[in-house]
């Protein structure tokens, strides 16, 4: 059982990255409030994270009591008010700046103000996040990787608010849970997301370029020694997730050509070819 430096979790948003956040919360033994506005959302995360715990225990890495406990420990809850009385609340909607300010407004006036509030945002300001907020010192930065399960890194992001105290806290919080925390400042990108970038873009402009095409990129880059390639960790991560990301940096930065976005990842989203989770992205998925 890991040690409750927070008894009353919650999380919002209930797609990959918000599954994910509750699998880690939910088998680090903590009792999770669940909410997602899509009722169909918040049933189907229960079905796939149930579905993963039963594959657990096939293969013998969980038993059939830990499977049932943890199955109780998930509560799915229709509104936010539902969430009032929960300590850390932990946000993962979608990457949409104004969504995010105005769900974090909302938490602000329904919540206790010793409650931590938590941003899973990738590459938005933190800070702007919580800048209309009457207590802005109580959010924060918590940047997972997907799948949360299998990466260890969260970056933990510092607003102009957030007191040194909180980021310290989270992070012995975080390392309870067998997570790598890094503290980073609230600037565009992040560390891992910036640096990211060349990674992605200069890819999209090999292939643009008819130096390679995108199955010979990642597999070269798979023989140097990366896990994947730019174009499948774009499908893995969601290639709308990967161009909101990219459009964050790109405007943090004033626009510098360095990150300018590729037009193929607008075009990729349009059509709705969002990676693995479509069935369709740079590659075909059953």
Not at 177 to 182: H, L, N, S, V
Request: hydrophobic share 40%; glycine share 6%.
């Amino acid at each position: 059982m890991t040690e409750q430096i927070w008894a009353s979790p919650a999380v919002i948003g209930t797609g990959t990255m918000g599954r994910g956040i509750l699998d880690m919360l939910i088998t680090a033994g903590y009792q999770v409030k669940a909410f997602d506005n899509c009722k169909k959302s918040r049933i189907s995360a229960r079905e796939w994270l149930e579905e993963r715990w039963w594959k657990l225990a096939e293969k013998g890495k969980k038993t059939l009591f830990e499977v049932e406990a943890m199955q109780e420990r998930l509560v799915l809850v229709d509104s936010l008010q539902d969430l009032s009385e929960c300590d850390f609340i932990i946000e993962a909607v979608p990457e949409d700046l104004l969504m995010k300010k105005n769900l974090f407004h909302q938490l602000d006036s329904i919540t206790s103000v010793d409650a931590v509030l938590a941003t899973n945002t990738s590459s938005l300001s933190v800070t702007s996040i919580s800048s209309k907020l009457k207590h802005p010192e109580r959010v924060i930065g918590l940047h997972f990787f997907n799948p949360v399960w299998r990466l260890p890194l969260v970056e933990v992001v510092e607003s102009a608010h957030t007191p040194l105290e909180l980021i310290q806290q989270a992070i012995r919080w975080l390392q309870t849970m067998g997570k790598e925390p890094i503290h980073v400042l609230d600037t565009p990108g992040f560390i891992v997301n910036r640096v990211a970038r060349p990674f992605h873009l200069e890819a999209y402009r090999i292939v643009g370029e008819g130096l390679a095409n995108k199955d010979q990129v990642d597999r070269i880059l798979r023989s140097a020694g990366f896990p994947m390639g730019p174009f499948e960790l774009q499908d893995l991560i969601g290639i709308d997730i990967n161009y909101s990301a990219s459009h964050s940096v790109y405007e943090g930065f004033h626009y510098d050509p360095r990150f300018r976005p590729h037009p193929e990842q607008r075009a990729l989203v349009e059509s709705g070819k969002l990676g693995r989770k479509s069935g369709k992205g740079h590659y075909i998925y059953e």
